[in-house]
């Protein structure tokens, strides 16, 4: 090959483009491609790098091996492999001038790759694409195609770092299409970054509204209502988490998916046990069970006094959650123990959720400073008193569809009292709603009062 090639030197450019295709075309059209690879290396790398080979001649010769290539000349994979690597070293030195072929390869490589789910590599492939700049830059709608595609593989290596840096870039171009196929892909994208970056609720809604989707397969429409549950149930506690649990439980169709129990009891504030949550834990991801560490300043403020823990052994010695899965689990147990207790000191807090009473303390202050839970802490009683469900509360009653409930209450001063009085009214209202429904079905009466 590489004499036949030296012949073409003197050659004028006009019968060496003839006499370079009819080579190519030659070496392609073999029965046996045994020698395919190395005689395609001996022409890519004289067509590219003799200096008597005009560029137009060389952009030419690589445009029809390029188009060989893409229509399945080359049979064998691991052959069309190598010659696309091949080819693609050889250009590189001289990139600036075939940026157009070389796009064309890399993009052929990312399909091989993907095909053979080495997932990265073909993302690398893809990241050197020259995009915006060269002989011609591409449109933004297929500049988008490209950065989706690259969140894509990238997060199926679970990279979520290097894939939220494609997606920003993509989400500036969001705009520029309305491909429905490459939408989809990108409001995918979205809800796994979501995922990833541990922002719960936002993927859990967004993975939800991707269920509804009608142009989605069925089976990964089911796919995507479970993750939206899986990642419902590790956001933190709280109103929000409460309105989209609220929109779950209302889907029909989470019924019938294995971790319903868990969605139900979370959104009715009951408190999860243990070995409720043990078989939920085995279906996660591995982001999902990442461990968190504490803060030094948590650390400190958790601690429980030497005295206590020499006092009583039963005292927890976890000064805090160990996983993402573990903190969603005692902030949901802290915040249904409100639903349940009026107060609860720290030590018995800490009982409840498996920590140390300081600990506990901390989890607390922080969700209530969080506007997540509604109550106050008494350090000095070492107490915490949770604040009666009131108009400002927007968790269960806004979420269940009731809207806003306007409700007056009389200030009566101390809030022991004021709790008092509203429980006396509700139980008197539920009361008289009871014996007026009884008596319209004339299932009672009452008759003259004697005097």
């Known amino acids: 090959m590489e004499a036949r090639l030296?012949?073409?030197?003197?050659?004028?450019?006009?019968?060496?483009?003839?006499?370079?295709?009819?080579?190519?075309s030659e070496v392609l059209s073999r029965e046996d491609q045994s020698n395919v690879v190395g005689d395609i290396h001996a022409l890519i790398d004289n067509v590219?790098?003799?200096?008597?080979?005009?560029?137009?001649?060389?952009?030419?010769?690589?445009?029809?091996?390029?188009k060989a290539l893409s229509e399945g000349r080359i049979k064998d994979p691991e052959q069309r492999q190598r010659i696309v690597e091949d080819t693609l070293s050889i250009v590189q030195p001289r990139i600036v001038s075939y940026e157009e072929q070389v796009n064309s390869l890399r993009f052929q490589l990312a399909d091989i790759l993907e095909e053979q789910e080495q997932w990265s590599d073909a993302a690398r492939v893809l990241m050197g694409i020259s995009l915006d700049s060269g002989q011609r830059s591409l449109p933004d709608e297929d500049k988008l195609r490209v950065y989706v595609r690259i969140v894509r593989l990238l997060l199926e290596d679970e990279d979520s770092v290097e894939a939220e840096r494609y997606y920003n870039r993509a989400a500036l171009l969001a705009h520029s299409t309305t491909d429905k196929e490459t939408l989809l892909q990108f409001k995918l994208c979205q809800a796994r970054i979501s995922d990833y970056s541990r922002k719960f609720l936002e993927a859990a809604s967004r993975y939800h509204e991707l269920s509804w989707v009608t142009e989605i397969d069925e089976e990964e429409r089911k796919h995507m209502l479970s993750a939206a549950m899986t990642c419902a149930i590790l956001a933190p506690a709280g109103p929000n988490r409460s309105r989209v649990l609220a929109s779950l439980c209302r889907d029909e169709r989470t019924s019938e998916l294995p971790h319903f129990n868990i969605l139900l009891k979370m959104f009715h504030d009951r408190i999860l046990r243990p070995d409720e949550i043990k078989e939920f834990e085995g279906t996660l991801k591995p982001h999902q069970l990442a461990k968190i560490s504490i803060s030094s300043n948590d650390r400190l403020a958790s601690a429980v006094a030497e005295d206590d823990q020499l006092s009583d052994p039963t005292i927890s010695t976890r000064k805090g959650p160990s996983t993402v899965l573990d903190r969603a689990v005692m902030e949901h147990n802290l915040l249904a123990s409100s639903k349940i207790y009026n107060n609860i000191t720290f030590r018995g807090l800490g009982a409840l959720l498996d920590l140390t009473p300081g600990a506990a303390e901390t989890m607390a202050r922080r969700m209530i400073e969080?506007?997540?839970?509604?109550?106050?802490?008494?350090?000095?009683?070492?107490?915490i008193s949770f604040e009666v469900l009131g108009e400002d509360d927007d968790a269960q009653g806004k979420a269940g569809g009731l809207g806003d409930v306007e409700q007056v209450e009389e200030d009566t001063g101390a809030p022991f009292t004021k709790r008092w009085d509203m429980q006396i009214r509700l139980t008197a209202a539920n009361v008289?709603?009871?014996v007026q429904?009884?008596?319209?079905?004339?299932?009672?009466?009452?008759?003259?009062?004697q005097a």
């Open 6 to 24: 030296a012949q073409f030197a003197s050659l004028n450019q006009k019968d060496k483009a003839t006499a370079y295709q009819s080579v190519l």
């Open 48 to 66: 590219v790098n003799q200096e008597s080979v005009g560029l137009v001649i060389s952009r030419g010769v690589l445009s029809e091996l390029v």
């Open 370 to 383: 969080q506007g997540r839970l509604k109550g106050t802490i008494d350090q000095v009683e070492k107490l």
């Open 432 to 434: 008289e709603t009871i």
């Open 437 to 449: 429904h009884l008596t319209e079905k004339g299932l009672v009466s009452f008759g003259a009062v």
